[in-house]
């Protein structure tokens, strides 16, 4: 079968050939150095250096890999996210932490399809928006970009993203895998055993897999010696032999590999963004034989069978421009603001609660060096220039006729606007200065490994494009940023800034109904103040509506629902230990909520937590088994006065008392006032499968098991029922 055109691989397809014949057919009739082409981005390294550094290149164009029009091949389009499309002025909705803590697959798949109809609108057909590593430390500055410490949680949030975005464009889940240490992200081993590594690390990755995501990017980080863009274990005998992932696999930005030969023969297909360090050393390999055109036709083949996959949505009309940043998608961002916050303290003053504000309120003091600051999160690869973009003033000022702002640099003049007003909301946190990707410097010996200079005839076919790109405006609120990406990086602290704290006191000790509002992309140590104030709340970087939805919560239009997606400690020191600067450093199976359940250590907020403006129980708890599943039913009663929804979750005990205990299965119950629903949680057993580290394969569950119906980690009222499996 010979099948010259990308054009006639379609209709074979249509025909019903098979995609791996049709693909295999097609590359075969690629000439040498057309596939070579396909093996990384289509760009020159050091001109889109320039484009990405000096002119804001991430946000307004995409990056090509394996376009090859001789033969009709339209390659990758690739767009970041993961808190909207990256390219153009798209918008940007909370980071993907906050809508964590929604605990709401359904609302994350509405996110999904929105901003892969932006993207597939703005020109991509892939995007780096399924960030899923797991929060192991709070410190972490990329915390933000994924969903929480626990990996069945993760798993489940990004299973519903890609399924959204999977009906626009191709996903691509990253960093694969054991990334989440920032500062050290270009120069740390990660030394991890089998057991933690599948039970741990990888669950989440393996769910959005079988979600059926089209593309995995691999990590900078080395895991056991090897670093991720040429990890055989990782590439080869986990995703492909074990998993059975039959997309393709790139690289991440720049460096993301060492070895030209070793990333190919260990299963990288694609390198990423630029003709980087292959262009430069795959073909003196392939002659020296260090690297086989067999494996150069495996990685070609890969990339040409999941496009022919996703054919029918790739081929299909682009949407309109115009649900860029639409009334649709504004009004599902805001939304999300709105569900995402979670209500961490409302203790009652004069005998009711603060919140939720009331008709009655009166005079509202909004105070904080970001209280009327646009604070949208990390200014590395995530960023999104969206251009209508709402601060917590803009939203209280809009929903509330008397509304006073203080930047509350002067704190006898904070106190005093407190003193005038009916309730004082003090907006506090971190910015992209404090947390977020971190750009460093790079090390001469991976500096060496890329090209001296840029290829004449590549550099003019990229400046071509770039002279036809359509016009993207840089927005107002980062006008005065340095061109190219913040510095970011992981914390150095879990605390909130002094002068953060020092305003909380002096608000607090002037209006007794203060509110602190924490904007952070994860935990926030609150313990030398929380007591001083009666209502606080955990808001995020809550995109471009983070205000109106902010409002929404603190005026009882939508009941918060949120729950914590990580444990919140008392002390820094109840956590594991943290070193950004680390060259080696081992990962095992305790952190977050288990780690302070194994040292009995009690946390300030513990996973899964959150308050409402109503009161929840569970009754009538019942634990059922058949072949293949467990399956957890009940009722959840809203007992208040308000209609409210609460976040059913169930955990196991494994037999092992050495064991972690899981996350198994949870579910979101909207429940009207004084009424009751009932709820059902299926869990399949093999989600309580154990690893086995001699055989390096899964041993069935069973044994006597514990399931615990709870509404958060370590919940005193939960109900524990013994199963026997």
Known sequence: MMIPTFQEARLAVAAGESVGDVARAFVATLTPEERLWCLDGDAPTWAGLGFMTKEDGYHKAVFAAGVVDRVGLPGIEFSDGPRGAVIGNATCFPVTMARGATWDPELEERVGEAIGLELRALGANLTGAVCVNVLRHPAWGRAQETYGEDPHHVGELGAALTRGLQRHVMGCVKHFACNSMENARFNVD????????????LPHFKRIIDEGVASVMSAYNSVNGEWCGQNHELLTAILRDEWGFDGFVISDWILGLRDAAKSLTNGLDVEMPHRMIRQQHLTTALEGGQAAWADVDRSVERVVATLLRFDDILSAQAPSIDVVGSPEHRALAREVAARSVVLLRNEPVAGEPVLPLTAGTGSIAVLGRLADTVNLGDGGSSDV??????????????????????????LTRAAATASDADVAIVVVGYTYLDEGEYIGPTSPEAAALLPKADEPDVVARYEAKLAALPPTVKPHHISARARGFSIGGDRSSLRLPPSDVELIRTVAAANPRTVVVIQAGSAVVTTEWIDTVPAVVQAWYGGSQAGPGLADVLLGIVNPSARLPFTVPVDEADLPPFDRDATSFVYDRWHGWWHLLRTATTPAFPFGFGLAYTRFDLTDVDVSTSETDVIVRGTCNNTGDRDGADVVQVYAELPDPAAPARLVGFTRVVVAAGHSAPFEVIVPLDRIATRDANTRTWRPATGRHTILVARFAGDPDGTAIEIEL
């Open 190 to 201: 990660i030394e991890i055993d089998d057991v933690a590594l599948h039970e741990v690390y």
């Open 385 to 410: 220039w969206d251009l209508d973009c709402h601060t917590v003033f803009d939203g209280l000022r809009t929903a509330c006729s008397n509304v006073v702002i203080d930047d509350g640099s002067d």
